[in-house]
C-alpha cells in the first residue's frame, strides 16, 4: 500500500480480513478492515472506505468494552488513532466534493468520538457507585463470562489452524460463539435492570448540535482542532453553524509551535537578552497564529472564544497569539 501498488494491498488486505473472520479475531479483522480502507481511500473510492473504517470502528469500540483496566484501554484507544485520523479524514474529501451533505459536521462529531474516548472512560471509572442500581447477580455473571471468553479466545488463538486440530477449532469456535451470544444478552440485561450504570459505562460524545447549544449566547464561537498525521482541521462552530479549515499535517504543526513555546519558556539574560528573547516570541509567535488562527479568521470576532486543542496545541496559551 505505501508503494502505490493499491489493488495488490487491497487484495491481500481482503484475504486477511477473511481468516481473521474464520479465525474469531476480531482485533486483526479490525485491522484488516483499516487497511482495505486505506487502500480504497488512495484511488478515491471513498464510500467504500468510510464504509470499511467503520467497520473496523466498531470492532475496535466492542474489544475497547471488554478491556478492564483504564490504563491499558487508554493505550489501547491511543494505538487505534490512526483510524480516527482517517474517519475525519475521508469524511473531510467527502464534504470537499459533496459540500452540502454535511459532511464537515460528520467529521466534527467523529473528532470528538477520537478525543473523548479515554477521557469519557476516565470520567466513568472515577464515578462513585458506577454499578449502583445494577443487578449484583447480573454483575457476577458478567465478570465470570468475561473470564471465560477470554480463556477460550486464549485456547483458540494457540490451537495450529490445520486439519489435524479441525474438530478442536469446530468445538471451540461454537464454544466462543455459544459464551459470547450469552454475553451479549446479558449485557441487555443490565442495561435494562441499569440505566444509569449502562451510560456510565457506555458513554457517548457530544454531537454538533449539543455544542452548539453551549455557545447559544450569539457572541461566542468555539475553535476544534484535531491534528492528523497528512492533515489536520479546525472546526469554527457557532450558534448559527459551522466552518471547517484545514491545516498542515501533525508533524508540521509540532515543528512550529514547539519554538513558541520554548520561548515562552525561555528567560533572557540583561536587557540585550530580553530584547532578543522577545523578537524570538514575536516572531514565533505570528507563525504560529498564521498556521492556527488565519483559517477561523472570519469567525474571531466574537467576544468570547473557546478552544478545544489537541496534542501539542494543548500547550499552547492561544490568548497570548498575536492577533
Not at 31 to 46: S, Y
Not at 276 to 289: F, N, P, T
Amino acid at each position: 500500500n505505501r508503494q502505490g501498488r493499491r489493488a495488490e494491498a487491497l487484495q491481500h488486505f481482503e484475504r486477511g480480513a477473511r481468516a481473521a473472520v474464520a479465525a474469531h479475531s476480531p482485533f486483526e479483522e479490525s485491522l484488516a478492515l483499516f487497511g482495505m480502507a486505506r487502500a480504497k481511500a488512495g484511488i478515491g473510492q471513498l464510500d467504500p472506505a468510510l464504509d470499511d473504517l467503520r467497520r473496523s470502528l466498531a470492532l475496535v469500540e466492542a474489544l475497547r468494552g471488554d478491556v478492564a483496566s483504564l490504563d491499558l484501554r487508554a493505550s489501547y484507544v491511543a494505538s487505534v488513532r490512526d483510524r480516527y485520523d482517517l474517519e475525519v479524514d475521508l469524511l473531510m474529501r467527502l464534504h470537499l466534493e459533496k459540500p452540502a451533505e454535511g459532511y464537515d459536521a460528520l467529521a466534527f462529531e467523529a473528532s470528538e468520538r477520537a478525543r473523548a474516548r479515554s477521557f469519557l472512560d476516565g470520567l466513568a471509572e472515577a464515578r462513585a457507585g458506577i454499578r449502583h442500581g445494577a443487578d449484583p447477580a447480573l454483575l457476577d455473571r458478567e465478570r465470570t463470562l468475561r473470564h471465560l471468553l477470554n480463556a477460550k479466545a486464549l485456547r483458540l488463538s494457540r490451537t495450529p489452524q490445520d486439519a489435524a486440530h479441525e474438530k478442536e477449532l469446530t468445538a471451540l469456535n461454537a464454544e466462543v460463539d455459544g459464551l459470547t451470544a450469552e454475553y451479549r444478552d446479558l449485557e441487555g440485561q443490565i442495561r435494562a435492570s441499569s440505566p444509569a450504570y449502562a451510560a456510565l459505562t457506555q458513554p457517548q460524545a457530544v454531537t454538533l448540535h449539543e455544542v452548539q447549544q453551549l455557545v447559544s449566547d450569539g457572541d461566542s464561537v468555539l475553535l476544534e482542532y484535531f491534528l492528523g498525521s497528512e492533515r489536520s482541521y479546525v472546526w469554527a462552530v457557532t450558534a448559527r453553524g459551522v466552518a471547517v479549515g484545514t491545516l498542515p499535517s501533525r508533524a508540521v504543526i509540532e515543528n512550529e509551535v514547539r519554538p513558541y513555546r520554548d520561548a515562552l519558556a525561555s528567560r533572557g539574560s540583561g536587557a540585550a537578552g530580553d530584547e532578543k528573547r522577545m523578537a524570538s516570541l514575536r516572531a514565533a509567535g505570528e507563525r504560529a497564529s498564521a498556521m492556527l488562527l488565519a483559517p477561523a479568521a472570519a469567525h474571531l470576532d466574537a467576544a468570547r472564544v473557546l478552544v478545544v486543542a489537541d496534542g501539542v496545541l494543548q500547550m499552547v496559551p492561544f490568548a497570548a497569539l498575536p492577533d
